[in-house]
């Protein structure tokens, strides 16, 4: 199964933007607008944040937003607050394989 | 509301089996894909295995094709995940997942834990 590239961390003070950046290949991000985003505070399971690239489900603060561009999609939270310091994860469809997970992002509030 | 509670995680010895239960509530189970995803100790997610709503199509990642076998039962509201000739590289969390279109993972169980240990 294809793997997504992810950054390891990313950090930002209260009140700031932090940007994830996951990037595939044109048989996955490239080529479908399928890409998802889950938020993952530890100990818990995994929480669905973004799908279909740039949709938020209800319940989840517009301080999230998706992006793609190219092979590569990304995730930004604006206004930082504490409660936002957790692992994040990127999945695409794929063509062939059907799926495709990034490794994670942990990201920090300083 | 939907529920998702998985349960059957164990201790079990290399070599030994294993099945894992999703007890879904709140939603008619036939109209979703489900999914298992897992995640090893201090690791990332991997995804595990799919099955469509009526069952009839099923997809595994290579690491636990031949050894896997997912399935469900909609009229009792369950998934299920057979695991096979387990060794310690599949000790993990076990999450199920609703499928709702292409990865869309909805909603999520809390997991349950699978040590593959002597």
């Known amino acids: 199964q294809s793997a997504l590239t992810q950054p390891p961390s990313a950090s930002g003070s209260p009140g700031q933007s932090v940007t994830i950046s996951c990037t595939g290949t044109s048989s996955d991000i490239g080529d479908y607008n399928y890409v998802s985003w889950y938020q993952q505070h530890p100990g818990k399971a995994p929480k669905l944040m973004i799908y279909e690239v740039t949709k938020r489900p209800s319940g989840v603060p517009d301080r999230f937003s998706g992006s793609k561009s190219g092979n590569t999609a990304s995730l930004t939270v604006s206004g930082l607050q504490a409660e936002d310091e957790a692992d994040y994860y990127c999945i695409s469809y794929a063509a062939g394989t059907h799926v495709a997970l990034g490794g994670g992002t942990k990201v920090t509030v300083l | 509301e939907v529920l998702l509670v998985e349960s059957g995680g164990a201790l079990v010895q290399p070599g030994g089996s294993l099945r894992l239960s999703c007890a879904a509530s709140?939603?008619?189970?036939?109209?979703?894909?489900m999914t298992w995803v897992r995640q090893a100790p201090g690791k990332g997610l991997e995804w595990v295995a799919n099955?469509?709503?009526?069952?009839?199509?099923?997809g595994y990642a290579d690491s636990v094709k031949g050894r896997f076998s997912i399935s469900r039962d909609n009229a009792k509201n369950s998934l299920y995940l057979q695991m096979n000739s387990l060794s310690a590289e599949d000790t993990a969390v076990y999450y199920c997942?609703?499928?709702?279109?292409?990865?869309?993972?909805?909603?999520w169980g809390q997991g349950t834990l699978v040590t593959v240990s002597s």
């Open positions: 099955i469509k709503g009526d069952g009839s199509d099923t």
């Open positions: 709140g939603f008619t189970l036939s109209d979703y894909w």
């Open positions: 997942a609703r499928n709702d279109d292409y990865y869309k993972l909805s909603y």
